[in-house]
C-alpha cells in the first residue's frame, strides 16, 4: 500500500457525526487483541510466542501474506470463544464499538460450524448473544441482528447449521435474519449450496453470500444464479465484466463493499487500485463496511474516509449509500421507516 498523507482531521470529524448502519460485519474478527489473550489465558490455551502481547498481536494485523495467513489469525479468535460468557463479553464489546462509531443498526455474521462440538451447545450461545444484543439495544440504543454463515470449503455441516438455524427462527426474536456463506470461492462455487440455500429461503431465511472476492464475475454470476441473493458481500470483482454489473444494477442486487479488507488481504494493491468509483459509475447499489474492523485495524469511519479521500466517492453518494444499506436491510419496514428518519439528520452534518 502507497504511503498517503495524514487524513483530514475536519472531515473525519464530519463523518464522525453520521449515523450509521453496518452490514458486513464478522464477531470473530471483532475481538481486541487485549480480549483475545485474557481469553486464551482463561481457557489455558497455548498462544504462539509471536503473538505474546496484544502489541504483538496488534503489529501481525494489516500485515496479511495471503488469505490463508488471514485465516489463521481470524482462527485464532474462534479457538478462544469457549464458554456462552466469552461470547457475551465479545459481543458487548462490539457493542460498544458501534456506539463509538455512532451506528445505529448491525447486522452480525457469526460462524456457528465453529461451535458444534462446544460442551455448551449452540443453544446457550444463542441465548447469550440475545442477551447481548437486547441490552446492547436498551443501553445504546443500537439495533443489532444476526446472518450466521456457512463456510464454502466445509460445506458438511451445513445441512446440519442450517436446520439448527431454522429452529431457532421458528422460536421467535431469535435475531437472525439471513444465511450467509464465507470462505474462499475459487473450486468451491455457490452451487455446492444450491438445495440448502432454497430450503432455507422456504422458511424465510434469504442468502446473504460473499462473492466477488477472492474469485471475480464466474463466482458473482454462479452465487446470483444458484442463491438469489438480494445482497452480496463485497462483489467487487463484477467490476470486471461490465454486462454482470448491468444485471446487479437492473436486480438491485446491493454489495457490501469492505475497502481495508480486500486491500489487506490483496485483492487491489491500494485504494487507487480498487473499483469503487467503477461500480458506482456503473450505478451499482452499494454500501461501505468494516468486515473484520479489528483484524484490518479499521471502523466505519475510517473506510468513509478512505472512500472520500482515496477512491473518489462523493459525500452524497456516501450519504445515499448509508441510506441503500438501511433500504438492503433485513429490518422490518416499520422499524426501517423509524431509523430512516434518524438517518434523514444525515444531511445537516
Ligand atoms: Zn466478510
Redesign the pocket.
Known amino acids: 500500500m502507497h504511503a498517503h498523507p495524514p487524513l483530514d482531521t475536519q472531515l473525519h470529524e464530519r463523518i464522525r457525526q453520521l449515523a450509521k448502519v453496518e452490514l458486513?460485519l464478522?464477531l470473530e474478527g471483532s475481538i481486541s487483541p487485549e480480549t483475545l489473550l485474557d481469553l486464551a489465558k482463561k481457557h489455558q490455551f497455548t498462544i504462539p510466542a509471536k503473538f505474546a502481547t496484544p502489541d504483538l498481536v496488534r503489529s501481525h494485523y494489516s500485515r496479511y501474506k495471503d488469505f490463508r495467513d488471514f485465516v489463521n489469525i481470524f482462527i485464532l479468535g474462534v479457538n478462544c470463544l469457549k464458554t456462552p460468557e466469552d461470547f457475551y463479553l465479545v459481543m458487548k464489546q462490539l457493542g460498544a464499538r458501534l456506539a463509538s462509531q455512532n451506528v445505529l443498526y448491525a447486522e452480525v455474521?457469526w460462524t456457528p460450524q465453529f461451535y458444534l462440538l462446544r460442551p455448551c451447545g449452540l443453544d446457550s450461545i444463542l441465548r447469550v448473544l440475545n442477551q447481548a444484543r437486547r441490552e446492547i439495544e436498551t443501553e445504546l440504543g443500537i439495533r443489532v441482528r444476526w446472518i450466521p454463515d456457512l463456510i464454502r470449503n466445509f460445506p458438511k455441516p451445513a445441512p446440519k447449521v442450517t436446520q439448527w438455524l431454522i429452529q431457532q427462527m421458528r422460536r421467535g426474536d431469535s435475531g437472525i435474519v439471513a444465511l450467509g456463506l464465507?470462505g474462499p470461492e475459487y473450486a468451491h462455487p455457490a452451487s455446492n449450496f444450491e438445495l440448502i440455500f432454497q430450503a432455507a429461503r422456504e422458511c424465510g431465511l434469504p442468502a446473504n453470500p460473499?462473492a466477488g472476492e477472492n474469485d471475480g464475475p464466474i463466482s458473482v454470476r454462479n452465487t446470483l444464479h444458484c442463491l438469489q441473493p438480494r445482497r452480496i458481500?463485497?462483489g467487487v470483482r463484477a467490476s470486471e465484466d461490465p454486462e454482470l454489473m448491468a444485471l446487479l444494477r437492473t436486480q438491485r442486487t446491493h454489495l457490501e463493499v469492505?475497502l481495508s479488507?480486500n486491500i489487506q488481504l490483496g485483492i487491489y494493491a491500494d485504494f487507487e487500485q480498487h473499483p469503487l468509483r467503477t461500480l458506482l459509475d456503473a450505478g451499482c447499489e452499494l454500501s461501505l463496511h468494516t468486515?473484520?474492523p479489528v483484524l484490518f485495524q479499521t471502523s466505519l469511519n475510517q473506510e468513509y474516509q478512505y472512500a472520500l479521500e482515496y477512491c473518489g466517492m462523493h459525500w452524497n453518494e456516501l450519504l445515499q449509500s448509508i441510506n441503500a444499506a438501511l433500504n438492503a436491510s433485513y429490518l422490518d419496514e416499520s422499524t426501517k421507516r423509524i431509523l430512516q428518519k434518524e438517518l434523514s439528520r444525515n444531511s445537516m452534518v
Open positions: 458486513h464478522h455474521t464465507g460473499h458481500g463485497h469492505c479488507s468486515d473484520d
